[in-house]
């Protein structure tokens, strides 16, 4: 198929993309320069140096992604602590943050939705197109992890030995649900509001609450239960890295949420008044 046709028939994802095409390519480059450190520290660094004899807290799961008997002293909590990292959780909440704002918000902020809606593009067109820039987006993102960790598992034979060989692509695919679960709510609330301040303080709140929450239900026995409210209970990198096998109850469950925000969005953006 022809680019340019396309790009004529997709005009609105094109467009949201070139338009951030910088931030990006800023954020792909910083998410492979990290994950090459992360599996370069992993890989000259023997685990037993980090904690020497003791054991990490239990708490030290919610970094190493991981919701069992994985530890981040080892080959695939470390590997595991680098698509939980607060740096890779910022690169994610960056692009559903900007791109997650520019589906509605920002036009009715800036005073352009009034001028778009002349022209022969539906609502649910604007949001579709739109919201699949971001998931492009997320998806290339998460490529760009995946690949660097799979080359760097690829190239050492002591972290082929503790990960298994189709790991780091079900890990990957997880990071993808975990994208798209936030991505969902972040839609509606754009879908909803005239700040687009309000979408990215939405996103922020999304991802650090929801990872707080799950290490407050780690640490402390009493809020354990607390943990089946946040993404980041699902999303345990470190656990599929460490043993393999496909969590499809998890990925069901963030999925199943980001498709709710979704159908949310849709119903919101129909039924508002964007001249008010």
Same mark, same amino acid.
């Given at each position: 198929? %022809?680019p +340019?046709?396309? %790009?004529?028939?997709l005009p609105?994802?094109?467009?949201?993309l070139?338009?951030?095409?910088?931030?990006?390519?800023?954020?792909?480059?910083?998410?492979?320069?990290?994950e090459?450190? *992360?599996?370069? *520290?992993?890989?000259t *660094? !023997?685990?037993?140096?980090?904690?020497?004899e003791?054991t &990490? &807290?239990?708490?030290?799961? /919610?970094?190493?992604?991981? %919701?069992?008997?994985?530890?981040?002293?080892?080959? &695939?909590?470390?590997?595991?602590?680098?698509?939980?990292? &607060?740096?890779w959780i910022?690169?994610?909440?960056?692009?559903?943050g900007? @791109?997650?704002?520019?589906?509605?918000?920002?036009d009715?902020?800036?005073?352009?939705i009034?001028?778009l809606m002349?022209?022969?593009v539906s609502?649910?067109?604007?949001? /579709?197109? #739109?919201?699949?820039?971001?998931?492009?987006?997320?998806?290339l993102? %998460?490529?760009?992890?995946?690949?660097?960790?799979?080359l +760097?598992v690829?190239?050492?034979?002591?972290?082929?030995?503790? *990960?298994p060989?189709?790991?780091? @692509?079900t890990?990957?695919?997880?990071?993808c649900? $975990?994208?798209?679960? @936030?991505?969902? !709510?972040?839609?509606?609330?754009?879908?909803?509001?005239r700040?687009?301040?309000?979408?990215?303080?939405?996103?922020?709140?999304f991802?650090?609450?929801?990872?707080a929450?799950n290490?407050?239900?780690?640490a402390?026995? !009493?809020?354990?239960a607390?943990?089946?409210l946040?993404?980041?209970? =699902? =999303?345990?990198p470190?656990?599929?890295?460490g043993? +393999?096998?496909?969590p499809?109850?998890?990925?069901?469950? $963030?999925?199943?949420?980001?498709?709710? +925000?979704?159908?949310a969005?849709?119903?919101?953006?129909?039924? #508002?008044? $964007?001249?008010?």
């Amino acid at each position: 198929m %022809n680019p +340019g046709t396309v %790009n004529r028939r997709l005009p609105l994802v094109w467009l949201a993309l070139h338009r951030r095409r910088r931030m990006l390519l800023s954020l792909l480059f910083g998410m492979v320069v990290f994950e090459t450190l *992360i599996v370069v *520290i992993t890989a000259t *660094i !023997p685990t037993g140096d980090l904690f020497g004899e003791r054991t &990490p &807290p239990g708490a030290f799961k /919610a970094f190493s992604g991981s %919701n069992g008997d994985v530890s981040i002293a080892s080959y &695939p909590g470390l590997l595991g602590a680098g698509l939980t990292h &607060p740096f890779w959780i910022a690169l994610q909440l960056t692009v559903i943050g900007s @791109l997650g704002a520019a589906a509605v918000a920002a036009d009715v902020e800036s005073g352009t939705i009034e001028l778009l809606m002349t022209r022969p593009v539906s609502r649910r067109r604007l949001l /579709a197109e #739109r919201a699949g820039a971001l998931v492009a987006a997320s998806v290339l993102l %998460n490529a760009a992890a995946t690949v660097t960790l799979a080359l +760097g598992v690829a190239f050492s034979a002591k972290l082929r030995e503790a *990960i298994p060989e189709t790991a780091v @692509l079900t890990a990957g695919l997880l990071g993808c649900a $975990l994208a798209f679960c @936030l991505t969902g !709510p972040v839609l509606a609330v754009s879908a909803l509001s005239r700040r687009r301040a309000h979408v990215i303080g939405a996103a922020v709140a999304f991802g650090a609450v929801g990872f707080a929450l799950n290490f407050v239900a780690l640490a402390w026995s !009493p809020a354990r239960a607390l943990r089946y409210l946040s993404p980041f209970h =699902y =999303y345990a990198p470190g656990d599929v890295l460490g043993h +393999g096998g496909v969590p499809w109850a998890a990925f069901g469950v $963030l999925l199943g949420v980001g498709l709710l +925000g979704l159908v949310a969005a849709f119903r919101l953006l129909e039924r #508002r008044d $964007l001249a008010v």
